[in-house]
């Protein structure tokens, strides 16, 4: 089936560093997602991205997809604590599938003040 | 507005025994997925109802998962009997569409089997 490769697994940072993770997959998506999981939450959606190449941003947060439609980034600038949380892609095509999200295995991302 | 509400938050069950997970989608939500967490994986989805029926259920693991939605409201997922493999993070979602936009994840049910 399908699979997503998300890189780095986790990351260590200072406060005030940007951060960049990236996922790559071996088949097209339509959309590429990013989530935020929080301790004990579930995943909460950051960006959603509709069109090969585009870039979108989110207050800090800014997220591209890749023009091949096989690949997505995600960078955090000046970090701050509550940025800690582990961040998933997840691709979707529509039609056979429905609408079913496919995960990356998440970034754990842990910022020092 | 209510968000998603699973139960129970966490179980601790033995190798053997039957677990029922239970999750409240938003009022209204026609869409109700399960997705699993396995320790350190990728979030894995499960299946898929539209009000009572299974729209697709290919991301079961095997016959020991029964997911019901009796009535289009509430979803249960029961494990019977649970194996070790079992244990992780199970996420119910919500949407008022299909298509994977607009889901509202709940904070999920740690699952571990012992």
């Known amino acids: 089936g399908q699979q997503l490769n998300q890189s780095p697994q986790s990351m260590f940072i200072q406060e005030g560093e940007d951060v960049s993770m990236n996922c790559t997959s071996s088949?097209?998506?339509?959309?590429w997602l990013w989530y935020k999981q929080d301790p004990g939450e579930g995943p909460v959606l950051l960006i959603a991205?509709?069109?090969?190449?585009e870039l979108t941003s989110n207050g800090r947060l800014t997220a591209q997809f890749g023009i091949t439609r096989k690949d997505s980034f995600l960078n955090i600038s000046a970090s701050i604590p509550s940025d800690v949380g582990i961040y998933f892609c997840?691709?979707?095509?529509?039609?056979?599938?429905?609408?079913?999200?496919?995960f990356g295995k998440g970034t754990k991302l842990s910022v020092k003040p | 507005e209510a968000g998603v509400t699973q139960f129970p938050s966490h179980s601790v069950i033995e190798k053997g025994q039957t677990v029922t997970l239970r999750c409240d989608p938003i009022?209204?939500?026609?869409?109700l997925y399960w997705y699993r967490r396995v320790m350190g994986k990728e979030i894995k989805f499960l299946l898929h109802?539209?009000?009572?029926?299974?729209?697709?259920e290919s991301g079961m693991p095997n016959n020991r998962f029964l997911a019901e939605r009796t009535g289009g409201t509430y979803s249960t997922l029961k494990v019977q009997p649970a194996e070790l493999e079992d244990s992780g993070v199970y996420f119910c979602?919500?949407?008022?569409?299909?298509?994977?936009?607009?889901?509202?994840f709940g904070s999920g049910t740690r699952l571990t089997v012992v």
């Open positions: 979602a919500s949407s008022a569409r299909a298509g994977g936009l607009g889901y509202t």
């Open positions: 088949s097209i998506f339509n959309t």
């Open positions: 991205l509709y069109k090969a190449g």
């Open positions: 997840a691709g979707l095509n529509y039609g056979g599938s429905q609408g079913n999200l496919i």
């Open positions: 009022s209204g939500h026609d869409n």
């Open positions: 109802f539209v009000k009572e029926s299974k729209q697709d």
